[in-house]
């Protein structure tokens, strides 16, 4: 995952990450693209103490959603279709896996 190792900055107070590879920027608060309509998936995190708390789905959801078992390709009118034939992917592309606080990059 490139992102991973993404330059952290802001941009006129927005805390961001630029991707190395494709020099887009997105917002670390909501996963927006800062300079386009792409959006990443974002997880709720909270501060205990020294440690940052992440908030993630079941690791059956995470492999879902990142498309660990499966592919997907960009269809020009709906967007990003699943090929994958996996019934939990089709449901979280689909928005019925109650992933309220998730984004999905439209690839």
């Known amino acids: 995952f490139v992102l991973s190792q993404g330059i952290i ?37 909270k501060i205990v103490g020294d440690n940052v ?3 993630l789905p079941s690791e059956e ?11 997907r390709v960009k269809h020009s009118s709906s967007g990003c279709v699943d090929i994958s ?3 939990l992917e089709k449901e979280i592309l689909n928005g019925v896996a109650g992933l309220t606080n ?6």
């Open 9 to 45: 900055g802001d941009d006129s107070g927005t805390p961001k990450v630029a991707c190395p590879l494709h020099k887009k920027q997105f917002a670390l608060e909501d996963g927006h693209q800062l300079d386009g309509d792409l959006s990443l998936i974002t997880f709720p995190v």
């Open 53 to 55: 708390m992440v908030e």
């Open 85 to 87: 034939n996996d019934p």
């Open 102 to 107: 998730a984004t999905f990059a439209r690839t």
């Open 61 to 71: 959801e995470v492999n879902a959603i990142l498309g660990t078992h499966g592919l």
